[in-house]
């Protein structure tokens, strides 16, 4: 005998022969994205250009990860160029920071350049299931 | 006595189960969970820009700069995980942030957060000082909240 344990989303008729992934709270045969680590950094000053930031890690292999920073102007950035600042009256074309995470079997890597003045930041990491 | 919920992949006998990957769902993590997801066009009044370069014609044409900024707002109060696409055409899309820049131009389209807000952030130059060039984005808000 063949079991299964689908939850779908409050009004959602779970015999409906029509649904999608998304009107499922819990679908077995579907996997979950399950979080294995959140950490959270502080006040992390960028005085080189660029400074990385590393934080070491036990999976043994580079994990799925993601990557958030807070900038100086308070909006929090995804990775990648031009992360700061989001507001056009200082920023100075192409030569704004960039937030690059990166990630190999032992550590994960923070780099910020630095442009201009030192700048504090704050970071926030998910670590997700399966090697990348 | 610690009670946990665990449910593995149909072909996986769940005492046999090695990796958190052989598990459809597990109690002992926690997951990301929907809260919102849309589409946003951000409209950029070209008449509106704010600054302006004469080039070198004819190598390299006028530029006028336009920075529009839209929002949306979450309402959770604190910042959530969320992710943010930039559609370059009619079928492709890619993560933000997204930063070209060729010969004067650039175009420059992100998403950024705070508890209360996503903001949608376009920045180009265009050769035009009228008309409106419509930037389209992709979100997704997660009920997660990030810890920032």
């Known amino acids: 005998m063949t079991f299964t344990l689908d939850l779908t989303k409050k009004g959602v008729d779970v015999f409906d022969g029509g649904l999608t992934p998304n009107d499922y709270l ?14 959270n950094y502080f006040d992390l ?4 250009n660029p400074t990385t930031f590393t934080q070491s890690h036990s999976f043994g292999y580079a994990p799925n990860f993601y990557a958030f920073c807070r900038f100086p102007d308070g909006k929090v950035a995804m990775a990648g160029p031009l992360s700061f600042p989001y507001d056009r009256d200082t920023r100075v074309l192409f030569t704004g920071p960039s937030f690059t ?3 190999d079997s032992s550590n994960f890597y923070f ?11 704050d970071i926030a990491l998910y670590v997700f299931e399966v090697e990348l | 006595m610690t009670f946990i919920i665990a449910l593995t992949k149909p072909t996986i006998d769940i005492f046999d189960a090695e990796s958190v990957d052989d598990f459809d769902f597990h109690s002992a993590y926690d997951t990301l ?14 008449a509106d820009y704010y600054d302006y370069d004469p080039g070198y014609p004819p190598i390299i044409p006028p530029r006028y700069y336009h920075y529009t900024v ?11 995980y969320f992710a943010g696409y930039f559609h370059l ?13 060729d010969a004067g131009f650039f175009g420059y389209q992100s998403v950024f957060a705070d508890d209360i807000y ?6 180009f130059t265009s050769t035009s000082n009228s008309g409106n060039v419509e930037s389209d984005f992709s979100y997704r808000i997660f009920k997660n909240d990030i810890g920032l």
């Open chain 1, 26 to 39: 819990l679908k077995l045969n579907l996997n979950t994205f399950k979080i294995l680590a959140k950490l």
């Open chain 1, 45 to 48: 000053t960028v005085s080189g």
């Open chain 1, 101 to 103: 995470p990166e990630v």
């Open chain 1, 111 to 121: 780099i910020l350049d630095k442009p201009g003045a030192n700048y504090n930041v």
């Open chain 2, 33 to 46: 969970k929907y809260e919102a997801q849309g589409l946003k066009t951000v409209v950029t009044d070209q």
């Open chain 2, 70 to 80: 839209d929002t949306i707002e979450h309402g959770l109060e604190y910042i959530p």
């Open chain 2, 89 to 101: 055409s009619g079928t492709i899309a890619c993560q933000c942030p997204w930063a070209f820049g």
């Open chain 2, 118 to 123: 996503l903001y949608f952030v376009t920045h």
